[in-house]
């Protein structure tokens, strides 16, 4: 399952907000195949549709996607040169697949600012500071044997070059994921595994009474997030505590009391998806529904493969119904005398909501 990691200077919310998801966490807990961790939340990704197609196909099982949440602790200003627990939490920032940084936007004299003041701008770039620092250290003892096996191997200069520029723009200050630009340059860079090329997602966390249009802070923040092509997403982790407790068919009442359409958690979830470029197909039947999450724009058989690597291995086909024809004509049958069962090949790019049969040699 995908990774987000939790980032932020101390006393920004962080473990207010870890807290909150992992009480969401006890709900997912009935899956099997959700790993239970201190450090790690696994979080069900909402999709309500999901609930449409099981009565269709009148199954009582629902397998919703999933999204790891990992709480790394521990930045601080000089993480890179192993200040705080430096290494060990840059080393955990590697594994993640998108890193939501919890930038502090709420005013309160009894809970202590490391840098003394509240100043999103400053928290943004120390952290974003750290990641390029250990990027530029790991990058430079790279640096050595690259350009040594690139004078036997020519077909490695353009890893050389590209290396050269990504130091160059390090040191100037400029995130990896702003130096990457082509799709062969992300392709051959993906191997430097740098953290300043990961995608951020900034979650603004303010106190509830600034739910949910922000303030002054938050208004700097989304500057710097659409500067950097970022998002971000306004939050107050004390406020997702609170409705972590709510029993769950009292939290849609109080989510509109504060004028949300939904919790801060789904929202991070669901930025989180399109932040990474993924989106969901379903394969639905008696036995269960169940969600699949791939890449935008992922052919069919790749498409399989998020359910087993052979099925990509021997695809033949893709049986595909649109999800608004599952609704709108009522069953799969039905769906399919009208004419809105497809049968689609190898160069198939699944799209959205697609509900799907997958047909292979084994
Ligand atoms: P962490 O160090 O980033 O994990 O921060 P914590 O989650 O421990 O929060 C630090 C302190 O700030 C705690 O006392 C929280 O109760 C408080 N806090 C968190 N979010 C808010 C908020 O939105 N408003 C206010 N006033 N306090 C908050």
């Not at 269960?288 to 990509?312: L, N, Q, S």
């Amino acid at each position: 399952s995908l990774r987000c990691g939790i980032v932020g200077l101390p006393n920004v919310g962080k473990s207010t907000l870890f807290n909150a998801i992992t009480a969401k966490q006890a709900e997912a807990a009935n899956y099997p195949f959700c790993t239970i961790e201190p450090n790690i939340g696994t979080v069900l990704v909402p999709d309500e549709r999901m609930q449409e197609l099981a009565s269709i196909v009148k199954t009582p099982t629902i397998i919703p996607a999933t999204l790891e949440i990992v709480d790394i602790a521990g930045l601080v200003r000089g993480a890179s040169k192993g200040e705080g627990l430096g290494n060990q939490f840059l080393s955990h920032i590697r594994e993640v697949d998108a890193i939501v940084h919890v930038v502090r936007c709420f005013d309160d004299g009894d809970v202590i600012h490391v840098h003394g003041k509240v100043d999103p701008a400053d928290d943004i770039s120390t952290i974003e500071t750290e990641l390029m620092l250990a990027d530029l250290e790991s990058m430079e003892k790279r640096m050595d044997k690259l350009r040594k096996n690139a004078r036997k191997e020519k077909e490695l200069l353009p890893l050389v070059e590209l290396a050269e520029k990504v130091i160059k723009g390090l040191s100037d200050g400029i995130p990896a994921r702003a130096l990457m630009e082509t799709d062969e340059e992300k392709a051959l860079g993906s191997q430097f595994f740098l953290l300043s090329a990961k995608p951020i997602l900034y979650a603004a966390n303010v106190s509830e009474n600034d739910l949910p249009d922000g303030n002054a802070y938050t208004a700097e923040v989304q500057r710097i997030a659409e500067e950097a092509g970022s998002k971000m997403l306004i939050i107050s982790a004390q406020t997702e505590a609170e409705i972590a407790e709510l029993p769950e068919e009292e939290r849609p009442e109080f989510l509109e009391s504060l004028g949300l359409p939904m919790s801060g958690l789904d929202r991070i979830i669901q930025s989180a998806y399109d932040l990474l470029g993924l989106h969901t197909y379903f394969t639905a039947g008696v036995k269960e529904v169940r969600a699949w999450t791939i890449r935008k724009g992922a052919a069919a058989p790749e498409a399989a493969a998020a359910i087993h690597t052979d099925f990509e291995k021997g695809f033949i086909r893709a049986e595909v119904i649109a999800y608004n024809d599952m609704i709108t004509y009522g069953s799969e049958q039905k769906a399919k005398e009208a004419g809105k069962m497809r049968s689609e090949g190898k160069e198939y790019i699944v799209k959205d909501g697609d509900v799907i049969v997958f047909r292979f040699n084994v």
